[in-house]
């Protein structure tokens, strides 16, 4: 489907995390769900304990699955945040057809704005004395992720509405 083109359908979607518990992915596709969010991370809690089995599930079901980070700004440094995220969303890569998420926590600090630091590693890059550093592929891949993230994250506040767990 074309960009310029309508949406003529409504497309559903879900956003799950450990406290939901062991999903059936099998009945989730037959539902009607096309792709899902999956929380991977968070700043307070760490990697969610069945981010690999919901990721795994969702993909085999059928679905489009993405992750996402919580971020509660002022537990660790946003690079540090960014970092945490970006290694499993590097793992899980090979499942993942949706953009790294990123959700600030309403009752906290809005997420803070990831230009400075893009903007460190854009001058590294064009400074021909770091012309060896540019040019490693761990550097690069880390400078493709601060440009994705920084154009995926905003530093207003932003809701995910969450349903509660099924009982």
């Not at 679905?63 to 793992?91: F, K, M, N, Q």
Request: glycine share 6%; charged share 20%.
């Amino acid at each position: 489907m074309s960009m310029h083109q309508p949406v003529s359908e409504v497309v559903h979607g879900l956003d799950v995390w450990e406290g939901y518990g062991p999903i059936d992915w099998a009945a989730v596709a037959r539902s009607g769900v096309r792709f899902v969010y999956v929380r991977g991370t968070s700043a307070e809690a760490g990697v969610d304990r069945r981010v690999r089995e919901n990721v795994r599930g969702a993909h085999a079901a059928g679905l489009d699955v993405g992750i996402y980070h919580v971020t509660w700004c002022g537990r660790r440094s946003p690079a540090a945040e960014a970092a945490h995220a970006l290694a499993l969303w590097r793992e899980l890569r090979e499942f993942l057809a949706l953009p790294l998420a990123w959700v600030s926590d309403t009752s906290r600090e809005p997420l803070p704005d990831l230009t400075p630091y893009l903007q460190r590693y854009e001058r590294v890059a064009q400074d021909p004395s770091f012309q060896t550093l540019a040019e490693q592929p761990a550097f690069r891949q880390v400078l493709a992720d601060l440009r994705n993230l920084s154009q995926t994250a905003t530093p207003a506040r932003s809701t995910l509405p969450l349903p509660p767990p099924p009982r």
